[in-house]
């Protein structure tokens, strides 16, 4: 079974981002390529800040380790 956390953020912090999400693509004017683009910008920041991270514990594991 999962840890409550999970619940938490996947159930409860990004429902703006879903909401956000289903209103590209469900809403009035629709717009494929906008919504496309919408999903691309987020996609881009997430993994600029997974990447992000990896490299600063990097960083600290060369520094400290």
């Not at 997430?46 to 514990?57: C, H, P, Q, R």
């Amino acid at each position: 079974m999962a840890d409550i956390g999970t619940f938490v953020i996947f159930g409860i912090i990004l429902v703006p981002v879903y909401s956000l999400i289903a209103g590209w693509f469900a809403g009035e004017p629709r717009d494929t390529s906008v919504a496309l683009l919408g999903i691309g910008y987020i996609a881009t920041f997430i993994a600029s800040l997974w990447g992000g991270l990896f490299v600063l514990s990097m960083i600290i594991w060369l520094l400290f380790f």
